[in-house]
């Protein structure tokens, strides 16, 4: 069982910059593939980026591309996702997840974190 915690977030103004960690407890982080997913309030749950666990492919949303990246450090068991130049409708609860392959879909990820909130003032 791999239990993820996310941790990082935060109220910031417009153009400023935040990030988030995901902490891994269990054994299998190291060898899955992780997501990062945000959800607004009245709103579905929407993929941001993901990363395979070799951390030689990355994918991203359009939102947010050129302006977050995701990486991680098996080592230590934790993923993060920096996030620069937010806007307002950046604001979202967001949550990490780990899986066995890389993919927008949050079905196919197995393990999810309880989630972090970022607001982004304007």
């Known amino acids: 069982q791999e239990q993820l915690v996310e941790s990082g977030g935060g109220l910031v103004q417009a153009g400023d910059s935040l990030r988030l960690s995901c902490a891994a407890s269990?054994?299998?982080?190291?060898?899955?593939?992780m997501g990062w997913f945000r959800q607004a309030p009245g709103k579905e749950r929407e993929f941001v980026a993901a990363?395979?666990?070799?951390?030689?492919?990355?994918e991203y949303t359009d939102s947010v591309e050129g302006r977050f990246t995701i990486s991680r450090d098996n080592y230590k068991n934790t993923g993060f996702l920096q996030m620069n130049s937010l806007k307002p409708e950046d604001t979202a609860v967001y949550f990490c997840?780990?899986?066995?392959?890389?993919?927008?879909?949050?079905?196919?990820?197995?393990?999810w974190g309880q989630g972090t909130q970022v607001t982004v003032s304007s």
């Open positions: 997840a780990s899986g066995r392959i890389t993919t927008t879909q949050a079905a196919d990820y197995l393990y």
């Open positions: 269990g054994r299998t982080f190291s060898s899955y593939a």
């Open positions: 990363i395979n666990w070799k951390a030689t492919y990355t």
